[in-house]
């Protein structure tokens, strides 16, 4: 649409007046918006460079397969296999999006300690980590529901 476009414009203001290029553009224009829609009644999809070049080169591709003797449902398959081994090295490769999972364990109760100052012939206090009484009471509960087992 733009080469179109350029093309227009350059006869419109260069080359020849409007009064000449008036019709020429509006009978492009209609043509070109022709050819679209006749393109989409064929494909059932917007004509869309991208698209349109797509097709083509799958048609391409499926002509000169049949010539070769290609199998092309195998080729397909291959490629999807391919695409799936790229994909898991590319989660390999990135250690930040593979992450394993946190292991929780609910067998073991966390140790809360607390400190305790002591002081040591006049020179300082010490501190000398001990467990609290939760944490004691836990411990003492864990103990009698294993022995009533």
């Known amino acids: 649409m733009s080469v179109q476009f350029g093309i227009l414009a350059r006869l419109t203001w260069w080359e020849y007046s409007w009064d000449i290029m008036e019709p020429v553009t509006y009978f492009v224009t209609y043509g070109t918006a022709m050819a679209c829609y006749a ?6 999809e917007e004509y869309v460079y991208q698209n349109f070049k797509d097709r083509q080169q799958l048609l391409h591709m499926h002509k000169k397969a049949k010539k070769e003797g290609l199998d ?20 390999i ?21 607390e400190a305790i100052p002591i002081t040591t012939n006049g020179t300082g206090t010490t501190k000398i980590l001990t467990m609290s009484k939760e944490a004691e009471a836990e411990k003492g509960d864990k103990t009698d529901k294993q022995s009533d087992k």
């Open 93 to 113: 490769r990135n250690p930040l999006k593979l992450r394993p999972a946190p292991k929780v364990t609910t067998t073991a109760t966390p140790l809360i300690l």
């Open 39 to 44: 393109y989409f009644l064929c494909t059932r």
């Open 72 to 91: 092309l449902a195998k080729y397909n398959m291959l490629k999807e296999e391919a695409a799936r081994i790229e994909y898991l090295l590319k989660k």
